[in-house]
């Protein structure tokens, strides 16, 4: 069975900064090195937003233009761990952030695996 | 990148069936068939139900089923249930990273 498990959520004040992280248990078929994994997130009441990507091996990170600039994602292989660092925080930017493997093998073009969420409130 | 579009909200008497919609350009949904559209209960993560337009994950119910026309791809469920009343969202390629895009997902209330 397949987990991702987000972290680090917290109430912030605007203009600061957060990293969040995402733990993934390995199991049959999931090879966390071998994956492709996003962050998406959603505001309250609203619906959901792609936030970046990240290359299984980091040769490619990609951002959504709201957070461009002011988000960085990582990840650490060797930890399965795969992390967002939040900076110059806006209120807009309040919202549950999951953590998400993009399907490979059988499942192709398709968020497959979610974790259950960490809550980010940006507020003074 | 738009949002694709979706009814805010439908509903269904159990044992009816219901489709929804998800339409949006020839640039994304009209230019491939990686459409995929997800499950989110109150409260929940979001659970992948269709990839491919049309395909179904391991354990996914055959009462779901996707398909596409032109610019606009569609989520059908048979047999309504009191547990598939939840929000239901579609999704262009994600593959194509930078253009990832969401519809704005469609409440869906099992009368």
């Known amino acids: 069975q397949v987990h991702l498990v987000e972290s680090g959520g917290g109430v912030v004040q605007p203009g600061g900064s957060l990293r969040l992280s995402c733990r993934a248990s390995?199991?049959?078929?999931?090879?966390?090195?071998?994956?492709?994994m996003h962050w998406v997130r959603q505001a309250p009441g609203k619906g959901l937003e792609w936030v970046a990507f990240?290359?299984?091996?980091?040769?490619?990170?990609d951002y959504a233009d709201s957070v461009k600039g002011r988000f960085t994602i990582s990840r650490d292989n060797s930890r399965n761990m795969v992390y967002l660092q939040l900076g110059s925080l806006r209120a807009e930017d309040s919202a549950m952030y999951y953590c998400?493997?993009?399907?490979?093998?059988?499942?192709?073009?398709?968020?497959?695996?979610w974790g259950q969420g960490t809550l980010v409130t940006v507020s003074s | 990148q738009s949002a694709l579009t979706q009814p805010a909200s439908m509903s269904g008497s159990p044992g009816q069936s219901i489709t929804i919609s998800c339409t949006g350009t020839?640039?994304?949904?009209?230019?491939?068939?990686?459409v995929s559209w997800y499950q989110q209960h109150p409260d929940k993560s979001p659970k992948l139900i269709i990839y491919?337009?049309?395909n179904r994950p391991s354990g996914v119910s055959n009462r779901f089923s996707g398909s596409k026309s032109g610019n606009t791809a569609s989520l059908s469920i048979s047999g309504l249930q009191a547990d598939d009343e939840a929000d239901y969202y579609c999704?262009?390629?994600?593959?194509?990273?930078?253009?990832?895009?969401f519809g704005g997902g469609t409440k869906l209330t099992v009368l």
């Open positions: 999704a262009s390629d994600i593959r194509s990273r930078t253009l990832v895009v």
């Open positions: 990240i290359q299984s091996d980091e040769s490619r990170k």
């Open positions: 998400a493997r993009e399907g490979s093998g059988i499942v192709v073009g398709a968020f497959d695996y």
């Open positions: 491919e337009v049309s």
């Open positions: 390995e199991g049959s078929g999931f090879t966390f090195s071998r994956s492709g």
């Open positions: 020839s640039s994304d949904v009209g230019d491939y068939n990686y």
